[in-house]
């Protein structure tokens, strides 16, 4: 059965500097997508970042980048020169084809604080 | 571009009662999800549906009944709600196939509590 871990329940990071949220993932199938979304304190669920296990390079989009470790199964989200702003939970996701259709699974999250 | 509508926003329920969640999305996607989220657990599937007509079981299905109307609405009912149904719940839409990595979108949430 497909399964994601995300093994941080809480991450600190002082404004202005990097941060890695771990996630590992367990699938047999050779064909998947990962995917990272933010949940800020007012509920919502914001898409960040998307790497597909087929993927030559590593994700980027802004200050996110996905250090994607594929025989390791693991898809780290990094944020880079952190803002206020980024405290919040944060959820890894995948994906897999199974009958023709996707199926959406996620990790149990892990919450952020930025601190100034 | 309303995205994802759920409503309510939020309900109390007795135990007992039932009620219906309603999601519909205007972004023309085939999948809709049902999600509720948990302090500490993440979000976690309850049904999914792939396409008009055709539902399907995700990881927490007991307790709930889903319903595709249409392309558009995908409605999640309790019918008679338990205090352990007492979460969050999210509904969720997004392009399917062989297309991968198409983000699934949220709606902004129901904050249900059973007493």
């Known amino acids: 059965a497909q399964k994601i871990t995300q093994t941080q329940p809480g991450m600190f990071v002082q404004e202005k500097e990097a941060v890695t949220l771990d996630c590992t993932y367990d699938t047999s199938d050779p064909s998947y997508g990962l995917f990272w979304y933010k949940q800020p304190s007012s509920g919502e669920m914001i898409f960040l970042i998307y790497?597909?296990?087929?993927?030559?390079q590593n994700a980027t989009e802004g200050r996110y980048s996905l250090n994607f470790q594929k025989a390791r199964k693991s898809a780290n989200l990094v944020i880079s020169a952190s803002q206020l702003g980024d405290s919040a939970m944060y959820f890894c996701a995948m994906r897999r084809p199974r009958g023709g259709y996707n199926k959406l699974i996620f990790g149990a999250g892990t919450r952020l604080a930025v601190h100034p | 571009n309303a995205g994802v509508t759920q409503t309510p926003k939020f309900q109390v329920l007795k135990t007992g009662q039932s009620m219906t969640l309603q999601c519909a999305q205007d972004?023309?996607?085939?999948?809709m999800y049902w999600y509720r989220q948990d302090p500490g657990m993440g979000l976690r599937l309850i049904y999914y549906?792939?396409?008009?007509?055709?539902?399907d079981k995700g990881e927490v299905p007991n307790g709930y009944n889903v319903s595709r109307l249409n392309k558009r609405e995908f409605s999640l009912r309790l019918e008679s709600a338990a205090p352990s149904q007492t979460s969050v719940y999210f509904c969720a839409s997004s392009d399917t196939g062989s297309i991968m990595n198409t983000e699934a979108f949220f709606g902004q949430g129901t904050r249900l509590t059973v007493v």
């Open positions: 549906s792939a396409s008009e007509g055709t539902t």
């Open positions: 972004m023309n996607h085939n999948s």
């Open positions: 790497q597909g296990s087929y993927d030559q």
